[in-house]
């Protein structure tokens, strides 16, 4: 299926860790499967395609990404049911999405197929490592660095595509109190909120350390022009259900599309629920729940997939959410996506597909 004459070489580990791990303590993004894949773009092409033994990487000090940043990665998960089977979820749009960034970063992209082929390929080595508990998966972390040794200040012409693999257990246990932030942004018009770029994460760090100071989770994101209007939670897109009706910010350039927000709109629309994306602005929204109209708030994203919010901070003063019933929306959105996810639900929307570790076949995860 790779457009290139080259296939992909696996190199297996000689003794699995797996024994070693304890699942019942599992610390999310600490433990890492026996593989990782690993390619190299080199005079245009990609090349050197390989599962191996996961271990640590060389580089030149003067590696391009160590000094100008130019990385970018992916977040996904598969999912394993009482039935040993394995699935991804929607992984071509992670395939469009991580492309989408590179175009940004001026890095190359990837053919989807051989992104696809990458990840099934790891998956299929270490599927003993996909937990098959209730709430656990094997987080997927593809991404791409800049490994030209050079400082000056240009896009390289190397570049380094890996992917490694976590088994982790449930994201956030406790509802979240997050504060709508007023001074820091995470993104501006024109620059690289809309993609999944390394810095993103480094320039959100110091806002989001304060606002841990003031005893915040997290914080909510505004416009870096006029800190009007809600952008996103965090690193996941938020929502609200107000008159119940899901509300939640249009993605312009500075929000991340984010896949589980997509799903989570598909259904809400699927159930013939009311969606409006558009922008929300903080007053109306501090209005509402001064007025105790909002029902719901809730951060989404791979990692979490529903992170409720119990109290939003603005101004100096906290607003509580009302207490969280079985009924609710997101309760029942994250479990039927949780059930799509484990080839539960009838996957009315194609966004599953089954990996079979013993065959070369994965139905549908190829086209
Ligand atoms: C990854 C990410 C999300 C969520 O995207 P998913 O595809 O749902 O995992 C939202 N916001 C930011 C800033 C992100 O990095």
Redesign the pocket.
């Known amino acids: 299926m790779i457009s290139t004459e080259e296939t992909i070489k696996i190199v297996p580990i000689k003794k699995s860790r797996l024994d070693d791990v304890d699942f019942e303590n599992l610390p999310f993004g600490r433990v890492f499967s026996d593989h990782m894949f690993e390619m190299d773009y080199i005079d245009g092409q990609w090349t050197n395609m390989t599962v191996h033994p996961y271990k640590n990487l060389s580089l030149s000090p003067a590696s391009s990404v160590l000094h100008y940043g130019q990385a970018i990665f992916e ?1 996904m998960k598969a999912y394993k049911n009482s039935d040993d089977e394995i699935f991804l979820f929607r992984a071509r749009d ?1 395939a469009n ?1 991580m492309n989408s960034s590179a175009r940004r970063l001026c890095m190359p992209e990837i053919p989807k197929e051989l992104f696809l082929e990458a990840l099934l390929s790891l998956v299929k080595i270490d599927s003993k490592w996909v937990p098959d508990i209730a709430g656990f998966s094997l987080y997927i972390r593809p991404f791409m660095i800049a490994t030209d040794s050079y400082i000056g200040v240009k896009a390289s012409e190397t570049y380094k595509f890996l992917i490694f693999t976590c088994p982790v257990g449930a994201y956030y246990a406790e509802p979240l109190k997050v504060k709508i932030e007023q001074f820091y942004s ?1 993104a501006a018009e024109g620059g690289i909120g809309r993609t ?1 770029a390394a810095g ?1 994460y480094a320039a959100s760090l110091f806002p989001a350390m304060m606002a841990k100071k003031q005893g915040y989770h997290q914080l909510i994101w505004t416009d870096a022009k006029e800190h009007k209007y809600i952008e ?1 939670s965090g ?3 938020v929502m609200f259900v107000v008159d119940n009706i899901l509300y939640t910010p249009t993605t312009s350039g500075t929000i ?1 599309p ?4 997509d799903s989570v709109l598909t259904i809400a629309k699927d159930w013939g629920m009311e969606v409006q994306e558009s922008s929300i602005h903080v007053e109306e929204l501090v209005t509402a729940l001064k007025e105790g109209r909002v029902q719901e708030a809730f951060g ?4 979490a997939t529903i992170a409720r919010i119990s109290t939003i901070g603005y101004n100096d003063k906290d607003y509580e959410l009302p207490p969280f019933s079985e009924n609710d929306f997101s309760i029942r959105v994250a479990e039927r996506l949780e059930d799509i996810k484990r080839g539960k639900a009838n996957d009315r929307f194609g966004w599953i597909c089954k990996i079979d570790p013993d065959s070369n076949i994965s139905i549908n995860c190829l086209n």
Not at 258 to 261: D, H
Not at 300 to 303: I, L, Q
């Open positions: 977040g992670n999405r995470r999944k993103n996103e690193t996941m897109n991340l984010g896949i589980t927000r989404t994203g791979t990692a």
